[in-house]
């Protein structure tokens, strides 16, 4: 039998590029409960995702990959070289091209662009940054993240940083022992935290490209680190080298090869999503509530709880802490009581401002579940 393959269109290109994006999420959101997974794209165009920026915008941003051409070896990457898949490129012009349909149209407020690495790391670079030259030439002023490629040449990174609104580079796991269980065309420490230092030095304050943002990802769960190595390389990430945000992205049994730690872990699927929720949790603690690293609660095996919110861990660790006055006690405070966010917060904040006494939780607001789980950390200096 003779089969006929016509040649695919722009259309069906992108149907695929984009489903094979999914797994980046170093401009996406993470999950913001058990049951809905944010990372999920419009119905009716793959390719626009709904995410949420490194200064915290929600914005819908056209998402995917160059080509999912790719000649490393990446063991828990469904695309990897030795896999059989459909592969497809596109041209700049024609990804340029489709993005203004949108774009011009409101349909999108800006692009991420990724891609396989295509013969060799710069050669993908130069791919990318055309890309970026031509948006840039046609006066597009609006968001633009580019992919990092690990191996890419310093003349590569900063060419790209002279055109994107944000960059990243996937640090994918913690530590040089860790990272050799991932695959062997990549050096971690050439390839990945070197230029991620570099990017750190050249997007700092008052350096050439300070307006840029930097970002990473860790894929959790393909190798056999803990959450507490995560936590602390991240809190490096952020203080040492001044990094927007962190991403977090669970490995899912089955895309890894069969030797992969990953696909040997004893946790299912679902455990690995809620152990990506719990790092997600942690972050906000370090980024947004003053928790340092070591303040971080982790089991004997230096993991996170899966069943317990960390900081409802902490508080009980810390019964010294408790209970608060709510009257008198200041925002960074506020902030370590379970179920109060910097929105409930900042109420509390303005409620005493206006030289009103908080008698009882009422006072916020009906209570909810979030309300009744701070109430008892609290007490209301009668």
Same mark, same amino acid.
């Given at each position: 039998?003779i089969?006929?393959?016509?040649k695919?269109?722009?259309s069906e /290109?992108l149907?695929?590029?984009?489903q094979?994006?999914?797994?980046?999420?170093?401009?996406?959101?993470?999950? /913001?409960d058990?049951?809905?997974d944010?990372?999920?794209?419009?119905?009716?165009d +793959?390719?626009?995702? %709904?995410?949420v920026?490194? =200064?915290?915008?929600?914005?819908?941003? *056209? /998402?995917?990959?160059i080509?999912?051409?790719c000649v490393n070896?990446?063991?828990?990457?469904?695309?990897?070289?030795?896999? @059989?898949?459909r592969?497809?490129?596109?041209?700049?012009?024609?990804?340029?091209?489709?993005f203004?349909?949108?774009?011009?149209?409101g349909?999108?407020?800006?692009?991420?662009?990724? !891609?396989?690495?295509i013969?060799? %790391?710069d050669?993908t670079?130069e791919?990318?940054n055309?890309i970026?030259?031509?948006?840039r030439r046609?006066?597009?002023k609006g968001y633009?993240?580019?992919k990092?490629?690990p191996?890419?040449? @310093?003349a590569?990174?900063?060419?790209?940083?002279?055109?994107?609104?944000a960059?990243s580079?996937?640090i994918?796991t913690p530590?040089q022992?860790n990272f050799?269980?991932?695959g062997?065309?990549?050096?971690?420490?050439?390839?990945?935290i070197?230029?991620?230092?570099?990017?750190?030095?050249l997007?700092g304050?008052?350096?050439p490209?300070?307006?840029?943002k930097?970002?990473?990802? *860790?894929?959790?769960?393909?190798s056999?680190?803990?959450?507490?190595?995560i936590?602390?390389?991240?809190?490096g990430?952020? /203080?040492?080298?001044?990094l927007n945000?962190?991403y977090f !992205?669970?490995?899912?049994?089955?895309?890894?090869?069969n030797?992969?730690?990953?696909?040997?872990?004893h946790r299912?699927?679902?455990?690995l999503?809620?152990?990506?929720?719990?790092?997600?949790?942690?972050?906000?603690?370090?980024r947004k509530?003053? *928790?340092? @690293?070591?303040?971080? %609660?982790? =089991?004997n095996d230096?993991?996170?709880?899966?069943?317990?919110?960390p +900081?409802e861990?902490?508080?009980?660790?810390h019964?010294?802490f408790?209970?608060? =006055?709510?009257n008198?006690a200041? +925002?960074f405070e506020?902030?370590?009581v379970?179920?109060f966010g910097?929105?409930?917060?900042?109420?509390?904040?303005?409620f005493?401002?206006?030289?009103r006494?908080?008698?009882?939780?009422e006072d916020?607001?009906?209570?909810g579940k979030?309300?009744?789980?701070?109430?008892?950390?609290? +007490?209301f200096g009668y």
């Open positions: 039998m089969h006929i393959h016509k695919p269109d722009i /290109k149907s695929v590029l984009s094979d994006s999914q797994f980046d999420l170093a401009c996406a959101c993470g999950r /913001k058990l049951k809905e944010h990372r999920h794209r419009s119905k009716e +793959k390719w626009i995702y %709904p995410v920026l490194p =200064d915290n915008r929600r914005t819908f941003l *056209f /998402k995917t990959l080509s999912n051409v070896d990446c063991r828990y990457c469904p695309l990897r070289s030795n896999q @059989d898949t592969r497809f490129s596109l041209q700049a012009e024609e990804l340029v091209n489709t203004f349909k949108y774009y011009n149209i349909r999108v407020s800006g692009l991420f662009l990724s !891609s396989g690495v013969g060799n %790391p050669l670079m791919r990318i055309k970026a030259i031509l948006l046609m006066e597009f633009l993240h580019l990092i490629i191996g890419a040449s @310093d590569a990174i900063e060419e790209a940083l002279s055109l994107a609104s960059v580079i996937n994918e530590g022992k050799a269980h991932l062997t065309s990549k050096d971690y420490i050439e390839d990945i070197r230029p991620i230092k570099l990017i750190s030095n997007t304050r008052g350096a490209y300070g307006r840029v930097q970002t990473t990802q *860790f894929v959790v769960g393909a056999s680190e803990t959450d507490q190595e936590v602390k390389y991240s809190w990430l952020y /203080k040492r080298l001044g945000r962190v !992205s669970a490995y899912q049994r089955g895309m890894g090869d030797n992969l730690p990953g696909e040997l872990s299912t699927n679902n455990e999503l809620t152990r990506e929720h719990r790092l997600y949790q942690v972050d906000w603690l370090l509530y003053s *928790f340092n @690293d070591d303040e971080i %609660p982790f =089991d230096g993991n996170l709880l899966l069943s317990t919110d +900081k861990v902490w508080a009980e660790l019964p010294e408790f209970p608060l =006055d709510i008198r200041d +925002k506020l902030l370590r379970p179920g910097s929105v409930t917060v900042d109420e509390i904040i303005r005493r401002k206006d030289r006494r908080i008698r009882s939780i916020l607001g009906k209570p979030r309300l009744r789980k701070a109430e008892k950390y609290l +007490k």
